[in-house]
């Protein structure tokens, strides 16, 4: 049974950080690139990040560049999000996706930012 499960997210104030994880199983893991969705309140859900499977190769939305960054852990089937600088527009529910010949999504972590 693939399970994709998201973690880390929460309640954090503008300009600090948080670290979502995705544990996943039931699947080959490395042969998989991880991605990172979002979707706002009322709005669709948008691309945030990509990883390919051997993790040499990321790619970013230009709203989270220089802020997010992608990691992965084959050792362990764990795709990460860290998350800096963050931004009352980055509140969402992030979503962990595995993409390859077959299409994987989580349930999704809630990020709230707000003072």
């Known amino acids: 049974q693939v399970r994709l499960v998201e973690s880390g997210g929460g309640l954090v104030q503008p300009g600090k950080s948080l670290r979502l994880s995705c544990a996943a199983s039931g699947f080959t893991f490395s042969t998989y690139t991880m991605n990172w969705y979002r979707q706002a309140p009322e709005k669709e859900r948008e691309f945030v990040a990509t990883i390919t499977g051997a993790g040499g190769l990321t790619s970013y939305a230009d709203s989270v560049k220089g802020r997010f960054t992608i990691s992965r852990d084959n050792a362990k089937n764990l795709v990460y999000l860290q998350m800096n600088m963050l931004k009352p527009e980055d509140t969402a529910v992030y979503y962990c996706?595995?993409?390859?010949?077959?299409?994987?999504w989580g349930n999704g972590a809630l990020v709230a930012v707000s003072s």
């Open positions: 996706n595995a993409r390859w010949d077959k299409d994987y």
